[in-house]
């Protein structure tokens, strides 16, 4: 409570985290995006990791979420069961690491609940961002013809828990440690999301990894989707890797984690999505395309289409 | 997932659970009120409870709190932390728990997110309620000369928890069951908590005790209570242990989990009140009133100040 009442000051409606709820009002012509998230040491984060970024990692997890809908952050509401026999000063910097990214991401503390936790350390978050009325961004309504998109680079995440694991000799410990780093934070792609707001057909974060995200989006919107491998940008700590082990490529293709921005789009606003790339200053690469069918195809570098053992990935 | 979609399909902005967020649009004028409880298996209630009861409880925990700030409920979002070893039909009993407070209480889970957790059934529940814009309930608007009047009966839970524990040998099997029932399943007064907005100065949910939440209203409104312990309703049960074991009386008025509302009014407004309670059909008594002062004083049948050993209640 000492910890976190400094966190709310910017919504009123929080009142200082000292009343039974939050008031939380919407612009006329506005509407609220809601999404939650929980994360539990062991499972989603190691128990050991910084206390800054275990409460960074699920609400960057969860602004994601908000900017895969086209949102902008604004709020969020958090609980959190505490193992007994946590370090003194942990609450102080789980704080300080929450304090910073509202700074980073422009969102407040609205209220919460924190509890003894007889198990693991277990988080969730309840994050709200902004629409206009009507227009969040679904993965549903997606259109044979559009063309697919990705932010940033795909797969440093998953190359990142190898790493973390202590895999990856052939990298040098500079690009393990920028892979760990993609791992341990993820940089939600806030500011493309807003601007994606009547330009893309649809979109979704990558979570569980690019194929199997890419199928979601496929079967809520019934089309197809081909890709092509040489198309998904990779880290330049990625593609060494891979050069160095091809099976690497799979992981790259359906590891989970990368919380970059997987869009749809018709290729008359591909000029207009570009720019928007480059007023939230993130690269914006073309993968492939929506054909009327079913399923995710990969095309490899010889043309052929490519396999996959896993499609997806999956936290259990 | 299976278990959790057919609870969705009154908000559209649900999307069938399917898409990376909901959307939650606040008609003109109104606006969101939101709260956030999480619990724990071997804190907050016993891991061998009914499945169907755990699940009601931290909703209608959450629904309280709603009802403490006036608003009608509208939508939930739920985290739930399942350990490996739960029983296969266990799912399917939590939801329908859910499915007839759904039902009860007018609410639609519109979203959530569901993980493996390394240690105790975890929970958390978001909950988002409706006020008129600007006229959620406080804690902290109660005036001096405000009457104090508490909704039900105070205590039922608390000594409930000592018939789980196997207490009050003095009360008949059907006495001690519903007081188990008051603990497992709060009642909470969500009818009540709607008529409240434009009558009374401020509210609070008797979460951790009359007497300490009534002590959080006076310490946030800066006002001082003085209450009579023999107009505190109590339930014949309750009556009975009290009388066999007059120690029981500091459970009564300290003990947790009533989940009853604590209200502060005029006294202009007496005959109004007594009307709504009667339109949320709830017994509704005047126990006390508000004084220039600060803390909570409790008066005895004698006449007497009574002291507790302990101001409150705490899950810690």
Known sequence: MRHFAPLSTAEAGAYGLRDDAASLSVPPGRELVVTKDMMAAGVHFFAEDSAQTIGRKILRANLSDLAAMGATPRAYAMGLALPADMPSNWLEEFAAGLAADQIQFGVTLIGGDTIRAPGALTLSITAFGEVPLGQALLRSTAQVGDDIYVTGTVGDAALGLLAVEGGLAMLSAAERSALVSRYHLPQ????????????????????????????????????????????????????????????????????????????????????????????????????????????????????????????GYSHF
Do not use: W
């Open 188 to 311: 939600p792609r806030t500011e493309m999301g807003k601007q994606l707001i009547g330009l893309a057909s649809a979109a979704i974060d990558i979570s569980d990894g690019l194929a199997a995200d890419l199928g979601h989006l496929c079967a809520a919107s019934e089309v197809g989707a081909r890709i092509e491998v040489d198309a998904v940008p990779l880290s330049p700590a990625v593609r060494t890797a891979s050069a160095a082990d091809s099976k690497l490529l799979a992981q790259v293709l359906s590891g989970g984690d990368d919380y970059e921005l997987l869009i749809t789009a018709p290729p008359t606003v591909a000029a207009e999505l570009g720019e928007a790339a480059g007023n939230a200053d993130v690269t914006l690469s073309r993968i492939g395309a929506l054909h009327d069918g079913t399923g995710v195809t990969v095309t490899g570098a010889d043309g052929e289409n490519m396999n996959f053992a896993s499609a």
